[in-house]
């Protein structure tokens, strides 16, 4: 079993930064690939960017790239999205995911944390 644990979010401004933490505990953190997901308001859930469980393989939605950077840090069983250049339509609720069951741009992971809410405001 895996608990994972975002915190981070908040209201910024347009242009503005934030980082996101994915705290992970349990069964072996290192061996999984990890993903964010968020979910705007009314809106599906939709992938955001994702790590190998080696850290040398991103992947990224295409309207993040160049702007988020995904990361992860094994010794601490923690992974990270820094975000910058935010704007209001990166408003959501964002959640860490572990464990893909097919590759990392389905929404389909075997855990997922309860959520971190970001806010931009124009």
């Known amino acids: 079993q895996v608990q994972l644990v975002e915190s981070g979010g908040g209201l910024t401004q347009a242009g503005g930064s934030l980082r996101l933490s994915c705290a992970a505990s349990g069964r072996t953190f290192s061996m999984s690939a990890m993903a964010w997901i968020r979910q705007a308001p009314g809106k599906e859930r939709e992938f955001v960017a994702a790590?190998?469980?080696?850290?040398?393989?991103?992947f990224y939605k295409d309207s993040v790239k160049g702007r988020f950077t995904v990361s992860r840090d094994n010794a601490k069983n923690t992974m990270y999205l820094e975000m910058s250049s935010l704007n209001p339509e990166d408003t959501a609720v964002y959640y860490c995911a572990a464990n893909p069951r097919r590759n990392v741009y389905d929404l389909d992971y075997y855990y997922w944390g309860q959520g971190t809410q970001v806010t931009v405001s124009s």
């Open positions: 790590i190998g469980w080696r850290g040398s393989s991103t």
